[in-house]
Structures are given as structure tokens and as C-alpha cells.
């Protein structure tokens, strides 16, 4: 036997403006993916945005000392052609901006960028230390 539904015209109204989100602003759009590789002298950044070009971006170290990642959509929306007729659209752009905690041992003067088949290249080099001698005894003559 399956239960019954009483179907009640004030309860559904209620509870569906309590767990309502319209008030909220809807993110269409997902973070880019970000590869992350190290080797013995950097870390390297790779952040996939196909279509990307180096005007869209700004990479910034912060006052705090972070990574500060933007891409921005500084593309001209032009009127669209008169001949064509669309039947649906969802090409859409729009923006991003992260921060990024940076490790200790990155050498924050000499980080640098560039965009190149649509991946936002960033490479953080490492702090480079000096390798500690052995110590020796020196033979008095």
C-alpha cells in the first residue's frame, strides 16, 4: 500500500521560501583546473582557460605575500550579426580571481608568467641555498 499525499497549499509555499536561494546571486561558472608540479628549483603553476589570452590576466604577489591570480573578461560584446538567428547561447565568460598561499621557500622577486594555447603558465622559484662545506682540519705546516 503506498502512502497517501495530503497536498497542502500552504506548507509547500512556506517551506519553499525558507530553503529558497533566488535572493542569492548564482555562480554560472566553475574555478579553472590548476596543475600544481615542483622540481628542485621551482614550483610551476599551470591554470587552464582555453581561449585565454595574456591581456585577461593579472598575476600579482600580495602585500602579505601571496599569489594573487585574475583572470578577467575584457571582451567587447558587439552586436550580434542580423543574418543569424540563434536558438540557444551558452558561451558565457566570467571573471575569476584567486589568492594562493605561497610556501617559505619561494623566491617571491623573481616569480614570473605567461600565457601561451590557452594555460596561464606561473613559475615560483625557490629561495637558493648555499650548500653547507664539509668541515676540514687544515694542517698547520
Not at 77 to 87: A, V
Not at 99 to 127: F, H, Q, W
Request: net charge negative; proline share 6%.
Amino acid at each position: 500500500m503506498l502512502p497517501l499525499m495530503i497536498k497542502n497549499s500552504w506548507f509547500p509555499t512556506v517551506f519553499d521560501e525558507l530553503i529558497s536561494n533566488d535572493f542569492m546571486p548564482r555562480a554560472n561558472s566553475t574555478a579553472p583546473a590548476v596543475n600544481v608540479k615542483e622540481d628542485n628549483a621551482a614550483y610551476t603553476m599551470e591554470v587552464a582557460a582555453p581561449g585565454l589570452k595574456k591581456e585577461f590576466c593579472r598575476v600579482n604577489i600580495t602585500d602579505e605575500g601571496n599569489l594573487s591570480i585574475a583572470i578577467e573578461n575584457k571582451l567587447e560584446h558587439k552586436d550580434e550579426d542580423k543574418h543569424h538567428h540563434y536558438l540557444r547561447r551558452e558561451f558565457s565568460y566570467t571573471n575569476y580571481e584567486q589568492n594562493y598561499s605561497l610556501p617559505k621557500d619561494v623566491a617571491r622577486d623573481e616569480v614570473s608568467a605567461k600565457v601561451e594555447n590557452g594555460i596561464l603558465t606561473i613559475v615560483l622559484p625557490k629561495v637558493k641555498r648555499e650548500e653547507k662545506k664539509p668541515k676540514r682540519s687544515i694542517e698547520i705546516a
